[in-house]
């Protein structure tokens, strides 16, 4: 069963393959490695079942082929929920292979046992059982068994690649004593008897089910759009495109052809990736922040893209918009502020015919040149200390062309997408927006940069805060004979959440407690850590510092970590005041 169900996933076009050791997942295990070695796939061997699911939810994230996660039985199945969950939510493909006892032994207290069965609940596109094999060795029982396996790898293969909801599958397979052949083939020898037999596939490599159901979603007209509407195929001048985290790999390029053709400014999150649109602004969300440029600026007119959520600012503005329409191709599609007038599944095309004006655009950009000029008199000032502003724009800057930027939740997030936001070129920013978890990230940088480097040789850049860091340190305890991607972590070390200054909970009414329940400084040797797994660390205490490690570390090659000492959390947020200030000032003299 073992070999069979690895066959099919191979057929299927999987390529990637995660393993958590354990006992009752030995068939899979060996199955795996014969695999390895007949070079049908790539293994990844992780201790940290967590980990390895994060693992996978990168590799799938980058490449949109299913990466699947193998585990043995009991807690090692419930330690991938957290993957499983951002899977979910940002529509990554994604296949749990979870190792389980016979179901007669459920609910009787045998040893590492639980009830496997539907354990991620709604967080799955389909949850499988798969029966333990008949000891009836018959070929007509064999092959019918045979017919079970692989139709249900092909099947949860599709479900986890459904172009109109594509997320994580759970296939739960129980194995019955003993856990290993009696006698081992070769790995060819096994290889052959997936061609002919009993155990045998179908003809030519294919798979068991093929999915040719075709789904798209067509893009129309911006003016077709407003005409189905409002009955009335008249553009406004006054438009206004925001981009949110999406997985849509030509979503960039429509955004761009329809910001052209209208005139509209674009403003894009991180993940988002429009910083090279042409009408992109590189501060929009503190344009936002600045209340008069905001209620100046209402579009008659304006469209989200994708997931849409890391500013406070940004989400109000989208409630004052007379006409929200939400692009999103998912049936759960994102409308997190209830706003939407109309949803559609691509990005509107542009109109037949336009003759818009040019003071709208003007206006956004000029603005964000104050903001700039702003932004470089608080940061490039009489500062003496580092801060994740910096640390951000450091970053942005320093990732190769045609590279990938992994950016961490809270404060990291928001600081590139304030201050880095048109940094990066043709690199890729990708983040789990899914659910803005601090878990796992570590795991599913690294898991995206072994993909993004099958396609490009360019060097990759994480940045992460120091609570996220070290929730996940996990993943940089690898065995030696893994392979190792190009890529740089740095850690912003603020010895705290930092981002918790900045909201509600850092008012001085809340000082007393705020360390003790908010804050939580750890005062970790990150360092010392990093050194201990055996990866280089270098710590930065300037901008000039951070960029001489990153440069080493990106002609190095490798993993490598970079921490860097920013000032304190409440310095911090002072400072982030100090720029909304500047802007607002710069905006009201113009």
């Not at 070079?39 to 939810?57: I, K, P, W, Y």
Request: charged share 20%; hydrophobic share 45%; aromatic share 4%.
């Amino acid at each position: 069963m073992a070999r069979v169900i690895v066959d099919e996933l191979i057929r299927c076009g999987v390529t990637d393959v995660v393993l958590a050791p354990g006992s009752r997942s030995a068939a899979l295990a060996l199955a795996l490695a014969a695999a390895e070695g007949r070079g049908d796939l790539t293994l990844h061997v992780r201790v940290d079942e967590r980990s390895a699911a994060f693992l996978a939810l990168g590799l799938g994230k980058v490449s949109g082929v299913p990466a699947v996660v193998v585990t043995t039985s009991g807690t090692a199945v419930i330690n991938l929920h957290p993957a499983i969950v951002e899977a979910d939510h940002s529509n990554v493909p994604m296949i749990a292979l979870t190792a389980d006892r016979p179901a007669a032994l459920r609910g009787i207290g045998a040893n590492q046992t639980i009830d496997q069965v539907g354990v991620f609940a709604a967080s799955v596109r389909e949850a499988i059982d798969v029966a333990a094999p008949s000891t009836d060795m018959s070929e007509a029982t064999l092959m019918s068994q045979v017919r079970v396996w692989r139709s249900t790898v092909s099947r949860a293969v599709a479900s986890t690649t459904d172009v109109m909801q594509s997320g994580p599958v759970h296939i739960n397979v129980q194995f019955s004593e003993p856990l290993t052949p009696d006698s081992e083939q070769t790995p060819d020898e096994q290889r052959d008897m997936m061609k002919s037999g009993p155990l045998a596939g179908r003809a030519d490599g294919r798979p068991w089910t093929a999915d040719a159901r075709l789904m798209a979603g067509m893009g129309l007209p911006i003016d077709e759009i407003l005409e189905m509407l409002l009955d009335d195929s008249t553009i406004p001048e006054r438009g206004l495109i925001i981009v949110g985290d999406h997985a849509d790999g030509e979503a960039s390029d429509l955004v761009d052809e329809l910001g052209d053709a209208l005139g509209w400014p674009i403003i894009g999150e991180p993940s988002g990736n429009v910083s090279t649109c042409d009408t992109a602004l590189a501060h929009g969300a503190l344009l936002l922040a600045s209340p008069g440029f905001a209620e100046a600026h209402i579009p008659d007119v304006l469209i989200t893209v994708g997931r849409v959520g890391l500013s406070r600012d940004i989400n109000r503005h989208i409630l004052a918009a007379k006409l929200h329409i939400a692009v999103d191709a998912q049936p759960r599609w994102s409308d997190p502020m209830r706003s939407a007038d109309v949803v559609v599944a691509a990005c509107p095309l542009p109109p037949t015919v336009a003759d818009l004006g040019t003071d709208w655009l003007e206006s956004w950009q000029r603005a964000d040149l104050l903001a700039a000029a702003a932004i470089e008199t608080v940061l490039a000032g009489p500062l003496t200390q580092l801060t994740g502003m910096h640390v951000a724009r450091a970053c942005g800057q320093a990732v190769p062309e045609d590279g990938m930027f992994f950016v961490g939740p809270s404060w990291p997030a928001r600081h590139v997408f304030n201050f880095a936001a048109n940094a990066t070129g043709s690199a890729v920013t990708l983040a789990n927006r899914g659910t803005s978890g601090i878990d796992g990230c570590i795991s599913t940088a690294w898991g995206a940069a072994i993909a993004a480097q099958r396609d490009s040789e360019a060097g990759c850049i994480a940045l992460v805060g120091d609570l996220t860091f070290l929730y996940d340190i996990n993943a940089l305890r690898v065995p030696p004979s893994e392979e190792i991607p190009d890529l740089v972590f740095v850690v912003s070390d603020n010895n705290g959440g930092g981002i918790f200054s900045e909201l509600e909970q850092g008012q001085p009414q809340f000082a007393a407690s705020f360390d003790r329940v908010f804050g939580t400084p750890l005062d970790a040797d990150i360092p010392a850590s990093v050194t201990a797994l055996g990866f280089p660390c270098a710590v930065a205490g300037s901008v000039a510092e951070i960029d001489d490690a990153l440069k080493a570390a990106l002609e190095a090659g490798g993993v490598h970590v970079i921490v860097a000492r920013t000032c304190e959390r409440v310095h911090e947020a002072e400072i982030l005041i100090q720029v909304k200030t500047a802007i607002d000032q710069a905006l009201a003299t113009a």
